[in-house]
């Protein structure tokens, strides 16, 4: 079995701890980066559809209340 000794362990330590930071660093800049590609398309549609609901509930409410003609 072949053996790397301390400076070996310290230098893996060492990339190891690296590669992590760089992952975190990753995965933070995405969320940011990310989020608003996502949340504002959505506000977009939740506004879309709460004009829908309010214009059926307009429509709705107008026909209820349309005056009945006599002959």
């Excluded at 190891?16 to 995965?27: E, K, R, S």
């Excluded at 989020?35 to 549609?45: A, D, E, V």
């Amino acid at each position: 079995m072949e053996t790397h000794g301390p400076l070996g362990t310290l230098w893996v330590g060492v990339g190891l701890i690296g590669f992590y930071l760089a992952l975190i660093w990753l995965n933070t800049l995405l969320g940011i980066f990310l989020t608003p590609l996502f949340l504002i398309p959505g506000t977009w549609l939740m506004d879309f559809m709460q004009r829908r609901k309010r214009a059926k509930e307009q429509r709705a409410e107008q026909q209820t209340n349309k005056p009945t003609t006599a002959r």
